[in-house]
């Protein structure tokens, strides 16, 4: 049975140090509008920018690197975006309750049901080692599928329990293949096998620095350390592997970062990269050796 854990502050911790390595608020001219997530491919960052149609494709240093259109009509239906596999682009399509998958070009390749329209809203997809995991926040629900979409695993169900959600947003998976959920409204971070064994809760409901109220997006730094953006507050906390608090994310004046709705993150390595959907806007930070 998974057991809260606690955020205290150890000594030390408090600000980390994050230098600011780009901002971009546009890709190949056209600005953004409320873009919803991120996703690393290769030395690529792909870039749902839902209102305007397309994945917007930015290097690592934020210059742009061109645009895939979005398959079909729906503005404001597309809430999530993975990448793996056969280095496919997956879509969490939030108005049809389903998955499409697109090649490198655009093309789509496939399409599966995550659950009935009515009964399903995918907001955030993770493909790793084979598998789709996608959060299912209408069903309150992580599912796990093949990459061709053969259902594998369904798990959680509303609630405040140690493998229930009101609210998965958000998924990442650390090297000990444990599965990161963001749980929105419960204002913490769930723990779980591949499998949907619940390990761990990391974070407690508060608006105080080491606490969580709103929870969105979700990465796994070097060391298994855990990031999380925090939508309300702007803030970006790191937590160690066993969800101890290490600090937050500060700026050159060594206040606590305050971005505008971050709903997406990835990280490779210490780099974080960062879209804020208010602000229409990707960023990335720095946060150095560690």
């Given at each position: ?81 993975g990448?793996g ?22 093309a ?8 009935p ?8 997809i ?61 204002s ?13 809760a990391?974070?407690?409901f ?21 990031l ?17 608090y ?24 210490n780099?974080?990269?960062v ?13 150095g050796?560690?």
């Open positions: 049975v998974a057991a809260a854990v606690a955020s205290p502050r150890p000594a030390g911790a408090g600000c980390l140090p994050a230098r600011q390595v780009f901002s971009v608020r546009d890709a190949a001219r056209v600005a953004f509008r409320q873009p919803s997530d991120l996703v690393l491919a290769g030395s690529r960052l792909l870039v749902l920018d839902d209102l305007n149609g397309r994945i917007a494709l930015l290097d690592l240093a934020g210059r742009s690197l061109g645009s895939i259109p979005l398959p079909g009509a729906g503005a404001g239906s597309w809430l999530g975006i990448f596999g056969a280095d496919e682009i997956y879509l969490a399509a939030s108005a049809t309750g389903g998955v499409v998958v697109l090649d490198q070009k655009g789509e390749a496939r399409r599966f049901t995550v659950g329209p009515a009964e399903s809203r995918p907001t955030g993770l493909v790793s080692r084979g598998t789709v995991f996608v959060a299912d926040a209408r069903a309150q629900k992580v599912r796990a599928f093949g990459l061709d979409g053969a259902a594998q695993e369904s798990w959680g169900g509303l609630g405040e329990g140690p493998a229930q959600f009101r609210g998965p947003f958000r998924l990442a998976q650390d090297s000990l293949d444990r599965l990161l959920v963001t749980d929105a409204l419960n913490r971070v769930l723990v779980f096998t591949p499998r949907g064994e619940p390990l761990a990391i974070g407690e508060g608006t105080t620095e080491g606490t969580l109220f709103r929870p969105a997006g979700i990465a796994v730094l070097g060391g298994d350390r855990v999380v953006a925090d939508a309300y507050f702007g803030s970006l906390q790191v937590f160690d592997s066993r969800g101890a290490q600090g937050v994310l500060c700026g050159s004046e060594g206040k606590p970062l305050a971005l505008e709705a971050p709903g997406g993150v990835a990280a490779r390595g780099t974080v990269f879209v804020e959907t208010a602000a229409g806007r990707v960023s990335a930070w720095d946060l050796p560690r």
